[in-house]
């Protein structure tokens, strides 16, 4: 038992035990009951989902001794044969179309399924992969998966239906298998690891089910793989972030901060130590997007985890919670298409260092940019007293003194009052040509700007 894979170890032998499938498992239990199975069914979806355990676990219940049966008794022969760890049936028949989906071998598939079963009550062929049997072949399987004698049983599993003739699927009931969610699936991870008696530290289990990708064999070859390797203390998250690739939460928190205080020193040294480390830029910018993208949904959602919109334990969700209110909601958008518009450019790229630094740079200056987008970002700066020049420290001395920022350069139709005329005297500072009352600060900056005829690229001083 111990050297079986763990989802070998663990995969269902009822639909009871199947997770995230209760759209397929529930009626084909009902028609169980009913009495109205099909001869023939196309079961699709992503890999590792569970079609072929499920085929498997069909196959049972049609051969129990007391079925057809939505629930396998488990103890008759056929039960025996086919769970989990059983010598399988001679009348349930496995096939791989990807090496047996010629023409030859379909003639010899129809030439056998005429033959009785030899000691249950039906014969079953599972055919795995069926999107690979090619158009001769279907052609040549289409009159017995038409009128099969009633001895016989047809299941197709297949992650391509659409690659299967139509002729073959209209003569099927299709049930199209989904992805697990991620909350179930790391609960059933969680089950798991407690029967393996392995203690698993907070923060594990949404890396292995994002590893996963919401494939239930997939989570577990990994879940199997860091329990190979856990120490007398259990799978930690070091080892699990190290094993799978994933930056650690650390180095995301330190940038996150950086960009939020316009600490470009700061950015620039968690750089350094991502490359020192030996973690790819790449993997760092998808992580990095992913933690924007958790910052920008707790912004708009603040029970975000409670309603299930974001997978992580609790004290990241507070930590991210925190994150969230040291950003304006221009500044964290901006902060978040600027990194998946540098993910994009980072694919085939020859200095993946040198990107990573540019869109560094980029988040932290948007003085350097004239766009309304970068504009907000500015007066979000602004209103939170943030240096606008990414220099680091505050910035809010500068602005308030009537002066252009750090690395602005003033439009073409920007006014620009001298330094007697500053923020203090007479009419206030103009922003992109848009007077900006005395005493209006950066809610009247930001009004102005969204107002009609305001310049886009210009901005005013006093206001970056």
């Known amino acids: ?104 071998d379909a003639r010899d598939l129809r030439e056998k399924a005429f033959f009785g079963p030899a000691r249950s009550r039906y014969k079953i062929y599972i055919i795995d992969e069926a999107h690979m049997v090619t158009p001769a072949g279907f052609n040549a399987l289409l009159k017995v998966v038409e009128e099969p004698p009633e001895h016989l049983k047809f299941i197709f599993a297949t992650t391509e ?11 099927t009931h299709h049930y199209p298998f989904r992805l697990v969610p991620p909350g179930t699936l790391r609960d059933y991870l969680a089950e798991v690891c407690r029967k393996e008696n392995i203690p698993v530290e907070d923060g594990v ?48 928190d330190s940038i ?4 939020a205080t316009g600490d470009g020193a700061a950015a620039f040294e968690v750089v350094d130590r991502v490359i020192e480390s ?17 910052l920008v949904i707790l912004a708009a959602v603040p029970d975000a985890a409670e309603k299930g919109l974001i997978d ?35 694919r085939g790229a020859t200095s993946p260092r040198l990107q990573l630094e540019l869109i560094c740079a980029r988040v932290l200056l948007p003085a350097a940019y004239g766009d309304e987008r ?29 002066m252009p920022a750090m690395g602005y350069v003033p439009g073409p139709d920007a006014h620009v009052p001298a330094p007697a005329q500053g923020a203090g005297a007479g009419q206030g500072p103009v922003q992109g040509g848009a007077p900006i009352p005395p005493g209006g600060g950066p809610a009247a900056a930001r009004a102005a700007v969204r107002a009609p005829g305001a310049g886009g690229a210009g901005t005013g001083a006093g206001a970056p």
Not at 9 to 15: D, G, I, L
Not at 164 to 171: A, E, F, H, K, N
Not at 205 to 234: E, H, I, K, N, Y
């Open 312 to 346: 992580a334990p609790a004290d990241v969700v507070e930590r991210m919670q925190a994150q969230a209110g040291t950003f304006g909601p221009a500044e964290l958008s901006r902060a978040a298409d600027l990194v998946n518009e540098g993910l994009t450019e980072m």
């Open 205 to 252: 289990l949404p890396l292995v089910v994002r590893a996963g990708g919401g494939s239930v064999r997939d989570s577990m070859s990994v879940m199997d793989q860091l329990l190979a390797g856990a120490g007398d203390d259990g799978v930690t998250y070091a080892m699990a972030t190290a094993l799978l690739g994933y930056t650690d939460g650390s180095l995301l």
């Open 278 to 294: 030996g973690n790819d830029p790449r993997r760092f910018v998808a992580d990095l997007l992913e933690r924007l993208r958790d």
């Open 161 to 171: 239906p659409e690659k299967v003739i139509g002729t073959i699927r209209s003569r």
């Open 1 to 104: 038992m111990s050297s079986l894979a763990l989802y070998r170890r663990y995969r269902p032998e009822s639909f009871a035990e199947v997770i995230g499938q209760e759209h397929v498992t529930d009626p084909l239990q009902q028609a169980l009951r009913n009495n109205r199975v099909n001869h023939a069914y196309l079961f699709s979806g992503p890999r590792g989902c569970g079609k072929t355990t499920s085929a498997r676990i069909l196959a049972r219940c049609l051969n129990c001794e007391k079925g057809p049966t939505p629930d396998p008794c488990g103890e008759c022969q056929s039960c025996r044969d086919l769970a989990r760890n059983g010598p399988g049936s001679i009348d349930v028949i496995e096939i791989d179309a990807a090496s047996h989906g010629g023409v030859d």
């Open 374 to 402: 970068s504009v907000m970002a500015r007066l979000d700066r602004i209103e939170r007293g943030v240096n606008v020049s990414g220099a680091g420290g505050a910035g809010g001395a500068g602005a308030g003194a009537g």
């Open 256 to 259: 996150v901060e950086a960009f």
